[in-house]
């Protein structure tokens, strides 16, 4: 029977919530494929985090140990992900678009003779056949790709396109199956330094359940921090569209978009963001998406759940006390 391999991420014993979503897209090919599902998680004494997979609606969940693996580097993952994969024959191996997922996953399909299809934010069913949706040019345009070579298949897909929460548990959990791997010390030429996230002033705004934008309506650098009152009110992250980190006005590392990075928060609130394309494909897969702006014709209002026309300077100091004042009855 045709199957899925999910291949989850995990950091220091604690899975990337991305994972949860890239599940969540194995489900629902297997329930218009008729595939069955299974996941995988790398790593060295990794039992529990399979375990904590197997919750989930999964035919069986792989921990795929080796001392080698404690420590994430592209050489040894790659080289257990390939016997993982050789031992088992999936048809179609999933994987979050991550900047680990982009650093190991050419290496994996290099190795098995396969491509990849990256960075995806669908699929569709045509008759058997499978494709994977793709944007290009900045989003402006889509595209359904298929794989042309024989099975196994190798994609990833973009954060936010599907829902985590959506991920179905299982009526029982699935069976866990510690996959020993031997990785040979020699294959692994090379040693990443520090984790990216720990770079100085850098931040994963992909971990962030909820986001304030800000873009051009700011005016000015010194009206962020109404912004950030906003943000620390609601336990957030503030962010920006791309002008603002151009400006300067905040660290490129805080950009949403195209160029920036890609989220799913739980809540996007977006303040004077117009809503380019460019910064449009990297929020869209919020589960909530709050717009406050002057021009009643922007576009960020049509992908908006709640569209508030008018002046953000008028809006948003009154939200915040109304946000303090809920905070402290509660």
Not at 48 to 71: C, F, I, M, N, W
Request: glycine share 6%; net charge negative; hydrophobic share 45%.
């Amino acid at each position: 029977m045709p199957s899925i391999l999910v291949i989850v991420e995990q950091h220091e014993g604690k899975l990337n919530r991305v994972s949860w979503e890239t599940i969540a897209a194995g489900q629902a090919i297997s329930a218009d494929m008729g595939w069955s599902v299974e996941a995988a998680v790398a790593g060295n004494e990794i039992a529990a985090l399979a375990t904590e997979v197997a919750a989930k609606k999964l035919a069986k969940v792989y921990a795929v140990d080796s001392p080698q693996l404690g420590r994430y580097n592209p050489d040894a993952f790659a080289a257990a992900l390939k016997q993982l994969i050789t031992a088992k024959q999936p048809t179609l191996v999933l994987m979050p678009h991550t900047y680990q997922v982009r650093d190991f996953a050419p290496k994996v399909a290099t190795q098995l003779a396969r491509c990849v299809i990256s960075d995806c934010t669908g699929y569709r069913k045509d008759g058997e056949k499978l494709f994977f949706t793709r944007q290009m040019f900045q989003g402006k345009f889509s595209a359904d790709v298929s794989f042309a070579s024989e099975a196994p298949w190798l994609a990833t897909f973009q954060n936010g396109s599907f829902r985590g929460d959506k991920a179905e548990d299982g009526a029982s959990a699935a069976p866990v199956e510690i996959f020993a791997v031997n990785v040979d010390p020699a294959a692994v030429r090379n040693q990443p330094e520090e984790w990216f996230k720990e770079a100085k002033q850098a931040v994963d705004l992909t971990q962030a359940e909820i986001i304030v934008s800000v873009g051009r309506g700011i005016k000015e650098q010194k009206n962020i921090e109404l912004a950030q009152q906003l943000a620390a009110a609601l336990g957030g992250e503030i962010a920006a569209s791309r002008p603002i980190c151009d400006n300067g006005w905040l660290p490129m590392d805080r950009q949403i978009g195209s160029s920036g990075q890609t989220v799913s928060p739980k809540l996007y609130l977006a303040l004077g963001i117009s809503g380019a394309i460019q910064h449009i494909v990297g929020m869209k897969g919020a589960r909530a998406i709050i717009a406050i702006n002057k021009d009643s014709e922007a576009p960020i209002f049509e992908i908006a759940d709640i569209a508030i026309v008018g002046n953000l300077f008028d809006i948003v100091p009154p939200l915040i006390e109304e946000i303090k004042k809920a905070k402290a009855a509660s």
